[in-house]
């Protein structure tokens, strides 16, 4: 079977990117990308290449050769189903925030809501494909739905997780490590898996399309970003090691990761890792764990979260120490807020954590973000109802440029590695700050050596200076 028309459910950072991929590798294969939030599809469909909602470096040259020929973005989520004979669910699957499995398990309501409407909706057999990252066996419950719900028409189901890294989206989908397509082990299974290789062999090399069974596909994905979490947590742990112990983590790093058993990707050490997925994926995996009573291994991954809320908690309380046990009243820039570089995605940003933390200690924060807007910030910190929403406007301003964030201030906290940071007048802002002016970078990316000759107290995550 060839795929002549694919629906996307969720045009979100996942959905986004990775139709508009297809769509551009594609030609002869119709996307649709479907949302129920008009501003996002508003936002996808803007003239202006700059206001796409994503920012993900070369997205918009993407997007600017695919849309309008093949590549749609629409909120006409029922017909854009009908029309299609592959449907993707890339929709959101936070951590659920009530009920049972609260702060643990993966909220699987918008994907069960789409399986519903994929049901209703169709009047066609279709390939129903997983492109949210779901919680092994989640596939059960979507033929369930579909099989129930469906008008006696038939549905595969296949699991295609996806593993590009945000910030760098289009290279990642450009030339993916490897895809990975699991379905069913009968012949319509196959057939259905067989159409999916298919789209993809139109530029991934057909070696790196790897096809396994569902639960497979399902529980990798799940597993490669635990493990990615626990060598940032493992390189984490040590970082503080070498603060105790005068080692410099830079050079650790460099020295185990040049055995090939281990490599050298992974292993920066920073503020803590943030992102929509790491934690999320992580806190599923123990709560499946621990629903199959599988303590001690929902122990072992449990350990590189709280690895992760140390390092966070270790950063926020080592501006405090230094600034003489107080920040109360006195001013603290933060350089970056989204939870990575080249992303203006704020999600779990260990910033927010960071910032969190001081402003309960009564703290000024004025932030600079090249990508992220104040209301983002804003809405990140409310989101954690800390306090409320007017202390948090308060006590946080957010400036749109890096040394109206540093004047006056007593400490500047790097907290995203935004290559702009490091080619600052560092000389400059040393001179607005006030006296003794303190650098804590949280993300290694400036040279401690000419930062204290330039007079900074400077401090960096895992080395001495
Ligand atoms: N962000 C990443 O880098 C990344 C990478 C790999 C996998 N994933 C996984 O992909 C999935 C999507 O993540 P994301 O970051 O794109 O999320 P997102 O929140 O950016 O996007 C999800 C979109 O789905 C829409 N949506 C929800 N329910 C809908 C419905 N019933 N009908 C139509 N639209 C609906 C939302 O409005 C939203 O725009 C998650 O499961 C995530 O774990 C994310
Ligand atoms: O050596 C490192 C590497 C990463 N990080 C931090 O870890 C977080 C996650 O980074 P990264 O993995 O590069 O970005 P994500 O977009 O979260 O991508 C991860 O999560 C996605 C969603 O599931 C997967 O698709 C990707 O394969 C997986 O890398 C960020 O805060 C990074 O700053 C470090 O602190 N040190």
Same mark, same amino acid.
């Given at each position: 079977?060839?795929?002549?028309?694919?629906?996307?459910?969720?045009?979100?950072?996942?959905?986004?990117?990775?139709?508009?991929?297809? $769509?551009?590798?594609?030609?002869?294969?119709?996307?649709?990308?479907?949302?129920?939030?008009?501003?996002?599809?508003?936002?996808?469909?803007?003239?202006?290449?700059?206001?796409?909602?994503?920012?993900?470096?070369?997205?918009?040259?993407?997007?600017?050769?695919?849309?309008?020929?093949?590549?749609?973005?629409?909120?006409?989520?029922?017909?854009?189903?009908?029309?299609?004979?592959?449907?993707?669910?890339? @929709?959101?699957?936070?951590?659920?925030?009530?009920?049972?499995?609260?702060?643990? $398990?993966?909220?699987?309501?918008?994907?069960?809501?789409?399986?519903?409407?994929?049901?209703?909706?169709?009047?066609?057999?279709?390939?129903?494909?997983?492109?949210?990252?779901?919680? @092994?066996?989640?596939?059960?419950?979507?033929?369930?739905?579909?099989?129930?719900?469906?008008?006696?028409?038939?549905?595969?189901?296949?699991?295609?997780?996806?593993?590009?890294?945000?910030?760098?989206?289009?290279?990642?989908?450009?030339?993916?490590?490897?895809?990975?397509?699991?379905?069913?082990?009968?012949?319509?299974?196959?057939?259905?898996?067989?159409?999916?290789?298919?789209?993809?062999?139109?530029?991934?090399?057909?070696?790196?399309?790897?096809?396994?069974?569902? #639960?497979?596909?399902?529980? +990798?994905?799940?597993?490669?970003?635990?493990?990615?979490?626990?060598?940032? +947590?493992?390189?984490?742990?040590? +970082?503080?090691?070498?603060? $105790?112990?005068?080692?410099?983590?830079?050079?650790?790093?460099?020295?185990?990761?040049?055995?090939?058993?281990?490599?050298?990707?992974?292993?920066?050490?920073?503020?803590?890792?943030?992102?929509?997925?790491?934690?999320?994926?992580?806190?599923?995996?123990?709560?499946?764990?621990?629903?199959?009573?599988?303590?001690?291994?929902?122990?072992?991954?449990?350990?590189?979260?709280?690895?992760?809320?140390?390092?966070?908690?270790?950063?926020?309380?080592?501006?405090?120490?230094?600034?003489?046990?107080? @920040?109360?009243?006195?001013?603290?820039?933060?350089?970056? #807020?989204?939870?990575?570089?080249?992303?203006?995605?704020?999600?779990?940003?260990?910033?927010?954590?960071?910032?969190?933390?001081?402003?309960?200690?009564?703290?000024?924060?004025?932030?600079?973000?090249?990508?992220?807007?104040?209301?983002?910030?804003?809405?990140?910190?409310?989101?954690?109802?800390?306090?409320?929403?007017?202390?948090?406007?308060?006590?946080?301003?957010? $400036?749109?440029?890096?040394?109206?964030?540093?004047?006056?201030?007593?400490?500047?906290?790097?907290?995203?590695?935004?290559?702009?940071?490091?080619?600052?007048?560092?000389?400059?802002?040393?001179?607005?700050?006030?006296?003794?002016?303190?650098?804590?970078?949280?993300?290694?990316?400036?040279?401690?050596?000419?930062?204290?000759?330039?007079?900074?107290?400077?401090?960096?995550?895992?080395? +001495?200076?």
């Amino acid at each position: 079977m060839k795929v002549k028309t694919i629906c996307c459910i969720g045009a979100g950072y996942v959905g986004g990117p990775t139709m508009s991929v297809i $769509a551009q590798k594609c030609p002869d294969i119709k996307v649709i990308v479907v949302d129920i939030n008009q501003d996002r599809i508003d936002a996808w469909n803007h003239e202006d290449l700059s206001q796409i909602p994503v920012y993900e470096p070369g997205l918009d040259r993407v997007v600017a050769e695919a849309r309008g020929r093949n590549l749609f973005f629409s909120t006409d989520v029922n017909s854009s189903i009908q029309e299609a004979d592959m449907v993707f669910i890339s @929709v959101n699957t936070p951590t659920k925030t009530y009920g049972e499995g609260k702060g643990m $398990a993966a909220d699987l309501k918008w994907v069960e809501l789409c399986a519903r409407q994929i049901a209703e909706a169709s009047k066609s057999d279709k390939i129903v494909v997983e492109k949210s990252t779901l919680p @092994v066996r989640t596939a059960q419950a979507v033929k369930d739905i579909l099989h129930n719900t469906g008008n006696g028409l038939k549905f595969q189901i296949l699991s295609n997780p996806e593993f590009l890294a945000e910030g760098t989206a289009i290279p990642d989908l450009d030339n993916p490590d490897r895809v990975l397509i699991g379905g069913d082990d009968t012949p319509e299974g196959k057939e259905a898996i067989q159409a999916l290789v298919d789209v993809y062999a139109n530029w991934v090399p057909r070696e790196k399309i790897l096809t396994t069974n569902v #639960w497979s596909s399902e529980l +990798s994905k799940l597993t490669a970003n635990a493990f990615l979490a626990q060598r940032v +947590s493992s390189i984490n742990a040590i +970082s503080e090691l070498c603060e $105790a112990t005068g080692a410099n983590v830079e050079e650790v790093a460099k020295a185990i990761g040049t055995d090939s058993r281990i490599g050298p990707k992974f292993l920066k050490a920073s503020v803590g890792f943030g992102g929509s997925c790491f934690q999320k994926d992580i806190l599923n995996m123990v709560y499946i764990s621990r629903s199959y009573q599988l303590n001690e291994v929902a122990d072992y991954w449990e350990q590189v979260i709280k690895m992760n809320d140390h390092q966070k908690v270790r950063f926020a309380k080592k501006i405090i120490k230094n600034l003489y046990n107080t @920040v109360s009243g006195k001013k603290i820039a933060f350089l970056g #807020w989204a939870f990575k570089k080249d992303t203006n995605d704020t999600r779990e940003s260990a910033a927010i954590y960071v910032a969190d933390f001081l402003l309960s200690e009564r703290a000024n924060i004025c932030v600079y973000d090249p990508k992220v807007p104040k209301e983002k910030v804003y809405a990140d910190l409310d989101y954690l109802n800390t306090r409320f929403p007017e202390e948090n406007r308060q006590l946080v301003q957010v $400036a749109t440029d890096p040394y109206e964030a540093c004047k006056d201030a007593h400490a500047v906290a790097i907290l995203t590695e935004w290559d702009e940071f490091k080619i600052l007048d560092w000389g400059q802002i040393y001179e607005l700050m006030l006296k003794p002016a303190n650098v804590f970078d949280g993300r290694n990316i400036l040279d401690g050596a000419e930062m204290n000759q330039l007079g900074f107290r400077f401090q960096a995550i895992g080395k +001495s200076y």
